[in-house]
């Protein structure tokens, strides 16, 4: 290498010992002062260039990235601001009253349905819990010993029944017995009744007691805490707030003219602040106006095939959803990358023979990252689309082939 280095150095300075040697007699033989100076100063200029020139002339191929031009199906679409919203969100209750014994989750949180996020102190309520349990008990022993009751009256009464067709038959014991068997039947029924309502009760307090662990209705991430250990809560207060970013769809408020070419089930992309593109379906166009603005709310459902590839989304996070307008048309697109202004004219970068060619061109609309070609551009032209910026004229360039 370094010989090389060396080997170059000599022939420069040989070249420049050359042109000045000439320069010298080429003077001493002219006789104009003018002249002279002119000669003197184009020899200086030729002198200094010619080592550039040399390196200019050995300098290598310049690597670009290219892409071959040609046609693909576009569909004209109108951006729209929406927004990404939960299909499930919304602030989880205490069902039961008491004070919180413990938190058991934080912000941030991801959590199941059906996984415990509070716990309330359960003394009070499990010992009316037990108290009801009781109090069961000693309602259906009445009710046994009603019905015990009952069925040794019915059994008298039937003994003096049998007795009709004898002497020793009383119509007035049958009467009173008889009488004696409905008061009983009463009290089987009222023994009844009370057995139901202390199990009622016994269920409402094992339901409490349930109850006095909060759980998460459906999967998701918490949001906000609402109470700490030691509150007293009542039913309906408020305990963490719970976000199920996993079902996201997007609502945008779309103005009534570009409805035209949205229909319930249509593709459309959606747009991330970082560049990234996402499909979803239309699944829902609200039939309600806005009357200052004249838009409609639309909602927008996502593909579940990307549900595990997809970025990290966020409850309220803003998306541009690219809106059909027109019917899919076949056409000549070029990536942005590759268009520059130059005189106030468009240029692209063409590739002829390993050889930078600037070209003029006529672009239509964008299309995501590309821009349908008007003029300029054929079907197969190669042209460059990271490297462009420094590349001159006639310049020889390496790349990689694009595909087909």
Do not use: W
């Amino acid at each position: 290498m370094r010989l090389h280095v060396a080997n170059e150095l000599y022939v420069i300075l040989r070249l420049n010992m050359m042109i000045c040697t000439n320069a010298e007699k080429a003077l001493l033989s002219v006789p104009n002062q003018v002249t002279k100076r002119l000669l003197l100063a184009f020899m200086l200029i030729v002198a200094y260039a010619g080592p550039q020139a040399i390196s200019a002339a050995e300098k290598p191929p310049t690597k670009v990235v290219v892409e071959k031009i040609r046609k693909t199906e576009v569909v004209q679409t109108f951006p729209a601001i929406g927004r990404f919203v939960a299909r499930q969100h919304g602030v989880v209750a205490a069902l039961a009253n008491g004070p919180v014994k413990e938190m058991l989750v934080n912000v941030g949180d991801r959590v199941e349905a059906g996984q415990v996020v509070s716990r309330m102190v359960k003394a009070r309520i499990q010992a009316n819990r037990d108290l009801l349990a009781a109090e069961l008990r000693e309602k259906e022993a009445a009710l046994r010993t009603a019905q015990a009751q009952l069925k040794l009256t019915l059994g008298e009464m039937e003994r003096i029944g049998g007795l009709k067709k004898s002497a020793a038959f009383s119509q007035g014991r049958y009467s009173d017995k008889r009488n004696e068997v409905a008061k009983v039947r009463s009290e089987v029924s009222e023994a009844e009744g009370a057995v139901a309502k202390a199990r009622a009760n016994l269920k409402l307090a094992s339901i409490d007691l349930y109850n006095a662990e909060v759980r998460a209705p459906y999967n998701g991430v918490v949001v906000q805490r609402h109470a700490v250990a030691g509150a007293h809560l009542g039913v309906g207060d408020p305990v963490v707030t719970l976000v199920n970013d996993r079902e996201m769809e997007v609502e945008a408020d779309v103005p009534a003219e570009r409805l035209t070419g949205v229909s319930v089930g249509r593709d459309v992309r959606l747009k991330l602040s970082d560049g990234t593109f996402l499909q979803a379906k239309v699944r829902a166009i609200v039939p309600s106006e806005n009357a200052k603005t004249r838009t409609r709310p639309v909602r927008f459902s996502l593909n579940s095939s990307e549900g595990a590839e997809r970025p990290a989304i966020a409850d309220n996070q803003s998306v541009t959803v690219l809106l059909p307008v027109a019917r899919a048309r076949r056409v000549l697109t070029v990536h942005k990358d590759a268009v520059t202004s130059r005189g106030g004219n468009k240029v692209v970068i063409a590739v002829v023979d390993e050889t930078a060619t600037p070209r003029n061109i006529r672009i239509g609309d964008a299309v995501g990252e590309r821009f349908t070609v008007l003029s300029g551009l054929e079907d197969g032209d190669i042209v460059v689309i990271r490297g462009n910026e420094g590349l001159r004229p006639d310049q020889k360039v390496t790349f990689e082939a694009p595909s087909d």
